[in-house]
């Protein structure tokens, strides 16, 4: 019998695409493996590697553009369209105007990271004549609410002396007045589907401040000015549109984008594998499988709140099929996984290194570990046919 393996990683942050995860799986499986047959799907989530993802998918076209990085730097950037559609459907990831990649470690300070970028990758797709546009929401290097991106639409986020606040989400602790008069009017007409971590909360002790900005650089005092800052900033938005930011399921997404977007882009929310999940064919894909090995950098308590290794291992469960994680580093709470269709996990990591090693090592790593987790299951499979399996 020929064994058929599913291979649908996310990407490794600062390392490999998930395309680039797929082809290390694979040729990892096959060196344990040579007959055996191969599927991949590199899964996305909305954040690195959405846009490209959807526009190889559906045949679309790219485009390069020059926006403002979250340091307020020239970045090269881009955004797609959507092909075989009756509308121009523009495609956008925030990650490649504000993800985490493009601040150096050394510089990450979520207090002044801005998500200027983002509205400037709006606008070049409303100029290129958009109709609708999914924006992709991960992977954020950011904690402003998605304030730069509505501030390079148009709107006006004023202190109590009518000036317009500087950049950063440690900024929006200032706020006294928003301003919609300059919103640029074409966002009227156009529809905006955001797909976001619906697990994701602006506000509270499970708000983005304190969830995701130690990961982005934050001291403990910097999760608190931002923290504060998100109350003002939803209060704002509340008292001038009457949206409650606050509590909206994926409002927190990308370091409170999705604030912005639901309250002064007039957009929608959507769970991001609703969205995505129209254009990658993994069900299909489960169906076909006898295994299913999957990916990421990181797996902990926090993959089942909205991460790809959960994603597939549900539906993969739901197909019966058996589902092996492979994970950068394996952290605290990890063994919830396995209530959500994760069968069983390994890291990629042999022996202790740092970041730096790690990332450099990533590809060699990653298909070292396929090999061995192949060779594990071929093992059990000779166990089985001798009749001496649990």
């Not at 401040?209 to 934050?218: H, S």
Request: hydrophobic residues 45%; negative net charge.
């Amino acid at each position: 019998m020929t064994l058929t393996i599913l291979v649908a990683p996310s990407g490794f942050k600062e390392s490999l695409s998930a395309e680039e995860a797929a082809d290390c799986i694979e040729k990892g499986v096959l060196r344990a493996c040579p007959q055996a047959k191969v599927l991949k799907v590199p899964m996305v989530d909305g954040g690195e590697g959405f846009t490209k993802a959807l526009v190889a998918v559906t045949g679309g076209t790219l485009h390069e553009c020059v926006v403002t990085g979250p340091l307020g730097t020239p970045v090269l950037s881009h955004f797609g369209f959507l092909g075989g559609q009756d509308e121009p459907v523009a495609i956008i990831e925030m990650a490649a105007a504000a993800g985490l990649w493009l601040v150096p470690r050394d510089r990450r300070n979520p207090c002044i990271t801005s998500s200027y970028g983002v509205g400037e990758l709006i606008r070049a797709a409303l100029d290129a004549g958009a109709r609708r546009i999914l924006l992709g929401c991960g992977d954020s290097g950011i904690n402003d609410g998605g304030a730069g991106m509505a501030q390079a639409l148009g709107v006006g986020l004023l202190d109590k002396d009518g000036l317009p606040l500087p950049p950063g989400g440690g900024a929006l602790g200032q706020l006294a007045r928003i301003d919609l008069s300059s919103r640029d009017p074409r966002l009227a007409d156009v529809r905006i589907d955001a797909a976001v971590n619906w697990h994701n909360m602006l506000l509270g002790e499970r708000g983005v401040a304190r969830v995701f900005g130690p990961q982005k650089g934050a001291t403990p005092e910097q999760v608190e000015v931002l923290a504060d800052a998100m109350e003002t900033y939803a209060e704002a938005i509340h008292r001038t549109t009457g949206v409650d930011v606050g509590s909206a399921p994926g409002a927190g997404a990308s370091g409170g984008l999705g604030a912005a977007v639901l309250g002064l882009l007039s957009g929608k929310l959507h769970p991001r594998y609703d969205i995505v999940m129209q254009y990658l064919d993994l069900d299909s894909m489960i169906a076909r499988a006898d295994l299913v090995i999957t990916a990421e950098g990181s797996l902990d308590g926090q993959t089942p709140f909205g991460k790809v290794p959960a994603e597939v291992g549900h539906r993969a469960k739901e197909a019966g099929r058996p589902v092996i994680a492979l994970a950068g580093t394996i952290g605290k709470g990890v063994t919830l996984n396995f209530e959500h269709g994760i069968d069983a996990f390994a890291s990629i990591l042999k022996a202790p290194c740092s970041l730096d090693d790690a990332i450099n090592a990533a590809p060699k790593l990653l298909v070292r570990a396929a090999e061995d987790a192949v060779r594990m299951v071929r093992v059990g499979m000779l166990l089985t046919e001798r009749g001496l399996a649990a």
